[in-house]
Each structure stands twice: as C-alpha cells, then as structure tokens.
C-alpha cells in the first residue's frame, strides 16, 4: 500500500511559478514510476509529466514541455513538479500517482495509487 500527499498548490499570476511536492509512504517508493496528472473543471485527466522509477528517463506533455519540470528524491519519498511560466490554461487539480512499473507512463489507467490533490489556479 502507498499513500500519496501532495501539497504546494496555490493561486498565482500568469507567468509566475509553483512547485508541488508529493511524499509517498511506505519503503519501496524507489520501485514505482511516478506521474502529474492534472483535471481542469469539465475536462478529462490528462498527464502533465512523468518519471521513471530512478529518474533517468521523464516524458511531458506538449503543452507543457520547457516551462514544467518533473524530478523525484527516492531517499525522501518525494516527487516534485516544478512549474514557470505558469498561463490561465494550467488552472486545475493537479494529482500524482505511482505506478507499479519502471518506466512512467501518459496513461492513467497504469497508476495504481494516487494522492488526493492539490488546486492550481493562475489568474490572467
């Protein structure tokens, strides 16, 4: 069983920045890929980033390639998304989930485990 925490959301001007956080409980947080997710009101889940199990390897979706950043601590259980540039479209809840599996992935039917959420709002 993994529990899932997330915190660092915030409202925040257009081209400000923010940087979540998700700790994970358990010992074998260094074993799981893990992702953003994020779902604006009205709208599906969609992945905004992801890594794999050790870090080496991360995907992003398009429309946040240059301006989000995703990186994980496995010795403090964390996984981080550091966001810049933030614009009136990023708005919405944002989740992690951990998947049991190495590699990450864009879809969220491979994550096993997820945190509860934490609001994004960016003001125009």
């Known amino acids: 069983q993994v529990q899932l925490v997330e915190s660092g959301g915030g409202l925040v001007q257009a081209g400000e920045s923010l940087r979540l956080s998700c700790v994970a409980s358990?010992?074998?947080?260094?074993?799981?890929?893990m992702g953003w997710f994020r779902q604006a009101p009205g709208k599906e889940r969609e992945c905004v980033a992801s890594i794999s199990a050790n870090g080496s390897s991360t995907y992003y979706q398009n429309s946040v390639k240059g301006r989000f950043t995703i990186s994980r601590d496995n010795a403090k259980n964390t996984v981080y998304l550091q966001m810049n540039s933030l614009k009136p479209e990023d708005t919405a809840v944002y989740s992690c989930g951990a998947a049991q599996r190495y590699v990450g992935s864009a879809y969220s039917t491979n994550y096993r485990y997820w945190g509860q959420g934490t609001q994004v709002t960016v003001s125009s």
């Open positions: 358990g010992r074998t947080f260094s074993s799981y890929a």
